[in-house]
């Protein structure tokens, strides 16, 4: 088992955000936090990632409870938050340990990896979203973390764009095997790449379902059972109902 959550709550100035969250991630396996906005779904991904230590339950990665950030996690944000002074090679260096050399042969490789080797010495000025996402996604691959965790990398990206990149997620996964969990509100993406969907509704937000996606990777997104699993998801989050609807329910 990679990573397990126990009954995580997280209260803001008197508010309780989310409730009693539980659910595992096993090893090398991709599973998604859906829900509408405001259901909890980042404030579990910064409790997992150790950059949020004040909620209540346990987090543990590989079977041992931890309350901060660990090397065995890399992190990739909506944003790719590079550092613009730097280029591609060295964002992707950045907070390496070993000789300068190694770093970047290290680097180099990854950049291979996401498609960039030819843009090493770019600065993020010159890249384009999905390579500026791209760059980031290799600096979280550099350090070979057994688990990703992803906070909507592709919310801010053009519908092209976003679909290239997903693609080169599952490879990503296919060559390197890590445990993932992806924080979405995009249907669609969660049913493309999730072995595992944890569905959360609701203010305070609390664990609606866990629904585990059979169909082998990758998948055809005309799958007449991921349209049936999408109809179901729409009316679990009352997304499929008009305003009126809903009240009268």
Not at 23 to 47: H, N, P, W, Y
Not at 187 to 208: N, S, T
Request: proline share 4%; charged share 30%; net charge negative.
């Amino acid at each position: 088992m990679s990573i397990q959550v126990d009954k995580v709550s997280r209260t803001f100035q008197g508010t309780l955000a989310v409730d009693e969250i539980s659910f595992e991630a096993k090893q090398g396996e991709i599973v998604g936090l859906l829900g509408t906005s405001g259901c909890g779904k980042s404030t579990i991904l910064r409790a997992i990632s150790g950059l949020d230590t004040e909620y209540d339950g346990t987090v543990c990665i590989h079977g041992k409870e931890t309350r901060g950030t660990s090397r065995e996690l890399g992190v990739i944000f909506q944003e790719p938050r590079l550092m613009p002074w730097l280029t591609v090679i060295d964002n992707v260096c950045f907070g390496l340990t070993g000789t300068k050399e190694e770093n970047r042969e290290k680097a180099r490789e990854i950049l291979r990896v996401v498609g960039l080797e030819d843009f090493e010495q770019h600065y993020p000025k010159q890249l384009s979203g999905g390579m500026a996402q791209r760059t980031a996604i290799a600096r979280a691959l550099v350090t070979a973390p057994s688990t990703l965790l992803l906070d909507e990398p592709f919310s801010a990206l053009d519908a092209f764009t976003k679909l290239q990149l997903q693609d080169m997620v599952l490879e990503l996964w296919e060559s390197y095997k890590p445990t993932m969990v992806i924080v979405t509100h995009d249907i669609d993406e969660a049913l493309y790449l999730c072995d595992r969907i944890v569905i959360l509704k609701g203010q305070p937000g609390e664990l609606h379902d866990n629904l585990e996606i059979t169909q082998p990777k990758p998948r055809k997104k005309s799958d007449t059972k991921l349209a049936e699993l999408k109809e179901y998801i729409l009316e679990s989050l009352d997304i499929s109902r008009t305003p009126k609807q809903r009240k009268e329910a």
